[in-house]
Every structure is written in C-alpha cells, then in structure tokens.
C-alpha cells in the first residue's frame, strides 16, 4: 500500500487521547517526542526529517494505545505559533465556534492564537 | 409508555457489561482501535472533532420525565452540561471521555435507555410521529407498531451486519410528521379502502445523502399480522442483494432504484412467500401487550375550549401568538399538545441545557402525565397538556428560554452539528442557523412569511435533512473554504419532494442576503394565503434563481 502523502511543510501532528478524546499535539524536540494538550507546545517540523521523526512518533503511540486518529497538519507560523491552514485543524484545535466557553480557547491562552483566520 | 419486560432489562444490562469489558480491553492493550471501533460504534461511541460523542437511543422520540431528569444529571455529571436532540429523534452528548461511557450506559438502563444501534450498519433506532396518541387526523397510534420493530430488529441476529445502515419510520396519520419517504422503509398506518381494515403501506428506498432519493410504495396494503415477516423479507432482499463493494452505493434505495421497484417487489413477495410468516410475525397475545401500554391515559372529561384559556390569550398577545405556532389541536376535547421549541434566536438548533431538560421533566410531571416527546424537527413535546395549564406552562418556559413562539416558521431551522463538533463534516451548519434565526427574528415578519423550512446540512450525508427542506442549505469544502449550496421546493411531508439546486455555492456571509431575496420574491408574487412551498411549486424555480444569481458571490 502507498503511504500516505505527507502535507506541505512545516507541519505538527496532532491526535485525539484515546481516554478522554481531547485533541493532543506532540511535543518535545529531537531528543523525544511526548503529548501536550497545548497547542502552542506542539513540535514543529520544518523539515524532512523531523516530519520523519513525527511520523514515526504516531505510529508507535497508536500501537501504545496512547492516542487514537493521529497525522500531520500543515501550519503556517503567526507570532511563533502554528496555526493550521485548514479551518477544520483551526477549529479542532480551538472548540466549536459556536461555544467559545468550551475547548482549548477556553482553557489555553495560546490556543485563542488558533481563533485568527 | 412501554416498559421494559425482564427479558429488555437483562438484555441491555449484558450489553452494559459486554462494553464495560470491551473499553477495559481496549485501555489495557488488548484490543486495538481498528477493532475497537466497530465495538464502540455498536454502542454508539463515535469519535467527533474535539472528544468522544455518545449517541442514545430515545425510541420512536418518547421520553418519560424520569428518563429526561436522567439524561440532565449525565449532561451535568459527565458531560459539559448540555445535549444535543437530532433529526433521528436521539440526544447526543458531545463531550463524554470514553473511560466514564460504561458509566453512563449504566445510569441510562437503571431508566430503560441505551444506546445500542445508534450507530453501525445495523436497523437504527426506530422514529415516529410525535404526536402519536393525540393527533387528530391519526388512524391509530404508530407506536405500538415502532416498539414492536425496535423489539424485533434488536440485535436481530441476520440483520446487525447489513450493507448500509437502515432506517425506519411509522406513521399512523394523514399528514406525514416522520418524514416517513425519506427513510429505509416507510410505513403509514391506512384503511384498507374496501374492507376497511387496518394496515400498512410499505414504502421503501428513501433516504437523503449524497444520492437523494423518494421511497417507493412496494405493498399498498400490508395487513397488520403480517408486518414483521414482510418486513424479514424486505430486509433479506436488501441484505443478500445489497451492494457491499461500494459504501456509497450500499443503501437499499440504489437497489430499489437499480432493479427497479417492479422487481424489488417482486422479490420481496417472492421471499415473503417463502418465510414461514406465523413463526416470523409476532403473536398476536405480544401485540396485544405492547398496544396496552399505550392505551389512551385516563383524560378528565372537559369542555373542548378553556375559559381561562381564552381568557390568557385575550389578555397577552405574545401567549397568544406562542399558541398559535407551538400549540396543536389534541384528539380529546380540553386538552393540547404544546411542542417546546429548541430553537431560540441565535442558540443552536436542537441544544438543551441540564437545567432546561429538568424543568421540561417537572412541567411534564406536573402537566402532561409525565410523557415528553422528541420530533425529528430538534423540537420537544408534551403531549397531554391541559388548555386551562398552557398559560401557566408558557411562563415557566419562558423563565427558561424555552418559549419561542416559532414552531413551522423560518427560524424553527434544521442544522446537524457540523463541523462545529463531527468529524465528517466539511463546513459549519449551526452558524448559518444562528446567523438566519437572527435575520428573520423579528416576529411579526415571521408570521408574515408563514410556515417555511430552513434545513441545513455540513456535508453531503444530509443529516440537516437539507434536500427536503423547502430551502435546504448544504456546506462543502471548495478550494478550502466553506461553500453553501442552495436548494429549492423540498418537501418533507406526504407530498415529499427532494429540493433543486439555485446555483453556484455561496460563503457563509452571503447566506443571509440569498436567503432574503428569494424569501422577497415569494412575497413579492404569493397568492392570497399561499405557503412558501405552494408558492414555488406554482411559479417555478426560475424568478428565485434569477434573484439568487443577483445576489450570490459565487464561491464555485
């Protein structure tokens, strides 16, 4: 089976925790690589091999029944922070539009970085 | 309302227990996702957007106040204290953490709910007529009938694996409240026009999604004993027949549409002839004992109009103008059916907060012999509410904001989550609702307008209903962005109609502008007493898409 074609870089990824189903980012740097419920934590892959790296990461957390739906996001950088370009990542990692009460822009000042665009 | 037997109780209370092992096995390793997935679909665990999402079954929409005052202490405990009712009459928490759903599952059975079949190629949860019992154009009361399927397709062993999912709806009224030509199966309780005995017309092959389509009367006249043996039939067709290879081509309507109904008919008798029907269909002693439960309740003998009723509306116009858009004529003489709307300007359509489901359960106790329904329009109902109460009703609603005066009108709108909250969507609904409702909140317009169906769907699988609303909007993705597609002339009633495209999608802003210009022509050329729907049924789509073309900022 092809593999599956990787986004545009730079690039973060994120999951869902398989316990509670909140969106999760992983963080960390070369050294390794742990999941963060900030967004504004989350690695960013500027090249090849750190996307590897990345890549290889959600491979193993999905076999460690740690996360489940994980794949890269191509971000754009605003004020140091990624930003999905697609407004489906924006909003799953900010909440619901509709309910700025609940979700990470409630939670985290970062994630209100997301709310832009 | 039915009860459960002990054989429903040790049933759900199994299943209960089977999924607690299931999510245990699934935290500890032993079950991968890919595995796991279709466990937690069965038990209507889906994985949404930003969390987990329950999805529970609330039988052909009847809820008692005690299941209600339930489903608030969930939402308070376990979730983010609201939920959310959908177009399958079902209530859908969008936030509970998978480790707490054998929890939640164990405080639905102490009150006789589950989720089982809320998700999965399996016979869905079962909906009706929301004014089952009480209407007064009904021929008999649906229920009896959807409780007798949902017993029978529970965990039907043939049927839990099928193509596609599959859905049904009873009606046992004239006028189609259950969208009944938009489902699986359709099936509308009718005299026989001879004999006068009552049965059912079989309608099959609806369904909405990315290929919309009208069922198609297969039987004109079912008798009722033959019901669940026609029904086996129906299914074995489709189950055997169905196409596997294509999901998108899996629902029973392609095959209706691909052999044709002639054929599909005929094979269904074919295999209708077949079955051994007394060792399919229910015993008749069954029937009876499940009818009883929904044995008119003992009404007090009352005069057919309220003094005091009349007096209210006399003396408040708001009341007034409430009953005259969410109160329904009742089949006994004093009484009403109110529906509750959901729908406040600018809330999410269909979303009700802990403390909104505990007042609906206490003015059900108190006023509707503690029955609650829930239409497939996100709107709830009680049911057997005396005139002389619906005055004091009214205000404990409001104190809520749970008293909207906009049942059937153009802010009473149809939107499914979206991708506010599903995973499946690709573009927003419940903003464009919120940005219609606000639109058109003015009152007076609204009654100037009449009824009109606003139904909105975030992507292709329609569960906003869009492409029976008499405007439906569908959002997509192109070149990423949101894009809304218009539809005009859906009709989701008896007169079922699947709506047409105006033109090119429009961006979310533009929404609000299209939809005023074709609510303008409609007024501009409407008859004497003409509906929206009438409207463009006689004049065309060609005047509205003229004005929607002036209008639209195309985004594709």
């Known amino acids: 089976m092809a593999a599956a074609k990787r986004p545009a870089l730079p690039v973060i990824l994120l999951a ?60 754009a950088i605003e004020d140091g922070v990624p930003v999905p370009r697609h407004y489906r990542e924006r909003m799953k990692t900010t909440g619901p539009s509709i309910r700025r009460d609940l979700g990470k822009q409630a939670e985290l000042p970062l994630a209100q970085a997301f709310l832009r665009a | 309302m039915y009860r459960y037997d002990e054989f429903d109780e040790r049933f759900v209370r199994e299943r209960v227990a089977q999924f607690r092992d299931q999510v245990g096995r699934r935290l500890n390793g032993s079950l991968t996702e890919d595995e796991f997935k279709p466990l937690r679909l069965k038990n209507g665990v889906y994985l949404q957007l930003h969390a987990y999402m329950l999805r529970i079954a609330v039988p052909y929409g009847t809820l008692s106040s005690k299941q209600m005052r339930q489903l608030a202490l969930i939402g308070e405990r376990y979730d ?59 021929i008999e009361d649906p229920r009896p009938t959807a409780e007798l399927i949902r017993q029978w397709s529970s965990l039907h062993p043939e049927f839990d694996y099928l193509p596609r999912k599959f859905k049904i709806a009873v009606t046992g009224a004239e006028h189609d ?19 006068h005995e009552i049965g059912y017309e079989v309608i099959v092959g609806g369904g909405l999604g990315r290929t919309p389509m009208i069922g198609k009367v297969v039987r004109e006249f079912l008798p009722k004993a033959d019901l669940l043996a026609y029904l086996e039939a129906v299914m074995r067709v489709y189950n055997l027949e169905g196409r596997r290879d294509n999901k998108y081509k899996a629902r029973v309507k392609i095959l209706v549409h691909e052999i044709g109904t002639e054929e599909f008919s005929r094979r269904v008798e074919e295999e209708f002839a077949r079955l051994d029907g007394p060792s399919v269909n229910a015993d008749p002693a069954e029937v009876a004992r ?13 005069p057919a109009t309220s003094g005091a009723f009349e007096a209210a509306k006399a003396g408040n116009p708001d009341f007034a103008r409430w009953v005259e858009t969410n109160v329904t004529d009742h089949r006994q003489p004093g009484y009403a059916a109110l529906t509750i709307s959901l729908k406040p300007i600018g809330a999410p359509p269909g979303d009700a907060t802990s403390d909104q489901m505990r007042l609906v359960a206490d003015l059900a106790d108190e006023f509707s012999l503690s029955e609650i329904r829930v239409t497939h329009a996100q709107n709830l109902v009680l049911p057997q509410v005396k005139q002389a109460d619906l005055f004091a009703v009214w205000r404990r609603l409001g104190e809520a904001d749970l008293a909207t005066a906009n049942v059937g009108l153009i802010t009473d709108i149809i939107a499914c989550p979206g991708l506010d909250y599903c995973a499946l969507a690709t573009a927003r609904s419940i903003p464009i609702a919120q940005a219609l409702a606000q639109r058109f909140a003015d009152a007076g317009r609204q009654k100037e307008i009449g009824v009109l169906n606003i139904k909105i769907s975030g992507c292709i699988n329609a569960c906003g209903h869009h492409h029976v609303g008499h405007i439906g909007i569908l959002g997509l993705e192109k070149r990423g962005i949101e894009s809304y597609q218009i539809t005009l002339g859906g009709d989701a009633t008896e007169n079922a109609a699947i709506g047409e495209i105006l033109g090119p999608g429009l961006a979310a802003e533009d929404v609000p502008d299209a939809i005023e210009r074709i609510v303008s022509v409609y007024l501009a050329q409407r008859q004497q007493g003409e509906s929206f729907i009438d409207n463009v049924r006689r004049i065309g789509l060609a005047p509205f898409k003229a004005a929607f073309q002036e209008a639209s900022h195309a985004v594709a």
């Not at chain 1, 316990?19 to 742990?34: H, K, P, R, S």
């Not at chain 1, 690695?43 to 460690?64: K, P, S, V, W």
């Not at chain 2, 102490?110 to 999965?120: N, W």
């Open chain 1, 16 to 75: 869902n925790d398989l316990l509670d189903g909140d969106v999760v980012f992983a963080a960390g740097d070369a050294n390794g690589l742990n999941w963060s419920r900030d967004p504004g934590a989350a690695l960013i892959g500027h090249d090849d091999a750190t996307a590897d790296q990345l890549d290889a990461f959600a491979a193993a957390e999905l076999g460690n029944q740690q996360v489940v739906d994980a794949y890269l996001v191509d971000v």
């Open chain 2, 80 to 138: 983010r204290g609201y939920g959310h009712f959908t177009t399958r009459t079902n209530l859908q928490f969008n936030w509970p953490k998978l480790r707490d759903i054998p929890d939640i599952l164990d405080l639905l059975a102490d009150v006789e709910m589950h989720a089982i079949q809320t998700s999965g190629n399996c016979i869905r949860n079962v909906t009706a007529d929301h004014f089952a019992g009480v209407a007064q154009d009904e």
């Open chain 2, 177 to 195: 409240r259950a969208v009944i030509k938009a489902h699986d199966i359709g099936l509308r309780i009718l005299r026989h026009p001879d004999t």
């Open chain 2, 290 to 302: 499940i009818a009883a439960y929904f044995a008119p309740p003992a009404y007090e003998t009352l």
